[in-house]
């Protein structure tokens, strides 16, 4: 039977500040400066999980909600919401948070997948994972689903 950890084992937690060189000409974060740091985080998380040395095999899903300004902290939270034999895939979620105002707004939202691999760069087995949280039990629930388009997806190719 495939052993299982807890998602929380996957939580990986960052925060940056958005500065000048980050942003547009309306001051608020270049798109593809959040999707660096999605990326990253996603990757430490699964590795986290896996322990393991990971690739990014897809993003699946990125929703930009709203914006973040120059001086907000981003809040990155990410995690391992399900895997299959050698893949995870990792929800990160991303708060701007203005720490003059104290108002925090969700700006994005994103899917990743991520893909174990041995020291040959072959993918590697990993372990299974177990929710407990009511977020991490809905998100684990409609993996499947989301598996399910990917695979779609990819076959349109």
């Known amino acids: 039977m495939k052993t299982s950890h807890p998602m929380?084992?996957?939580r990986t937690i960052q925060t940056k500040l958005v500065l000048p060189p980050d942003?547009?000409?309306?001051?608020?974060?270049f798109g593809g400066q959040v999707l660096s740091y999605i990326d990253e985080i996603a990757a430490l998380a699964a590795m986290k999980h896996a322990n393991t040395v990971v690739v990014t095999a897809s993003i699946d899903s990125?929703?930009?909600l709203?914006?973040?300004?120059?001086?907000?902290?981003?809040e990155l939270e990410?995690?391992?919401?399900?895997?299959?034999?050698?893949?995870?895939?990792?929800y990160v979620s991303v708060f701007s948070h203005n720490l003059l105002t104290g108002k925090r707004t969700m700006t994005t939202e994103s899917f990743l997948t991520m893909v174990s691999v041995?020291?040959?760069g072959r993918p590697s087995p990993v372990a299974g994972v177990t929710p407990h949280s009511e977020e991490e039990?809905?998100?684990?629930?409609?993996?499947?689903?989301?598996?399910i388009h990917r695979?779609?997806?990819s076959a349109i190719r």
Do not use: P, W
């Not at 709203?66 to 981003?74: C, E, F, P, T, Y």
């Not at 990410?78 to 990792?90: D, H, I, L, P, R």
């Not at 039990?137 to 598996?147: G, N, Q």
């Open 78 to 90: 990410a995690f391992v919401t399900s895997t299959g034999k050698t893949s995870m895939e990792v």
């Open 118 to 120: 041995d020291e040959d």
């Open 62 to 64: 990125v929703d930009f």
């Open 23 to 29: 942003t547009n000409h309306l001051k608020t974060i």
């Open 151 to 153: 695979k779609e997806r």
């Open 8 to 10: 929380e084992r996957s």
């Open 66 to 74: 709203s914006s973040a300004r120059v001086g907000d902290a981003l």
């Open 137 to 147: 039990k809905r998100l684990h629930e409609t993996a499947e689903a989301r598996r």
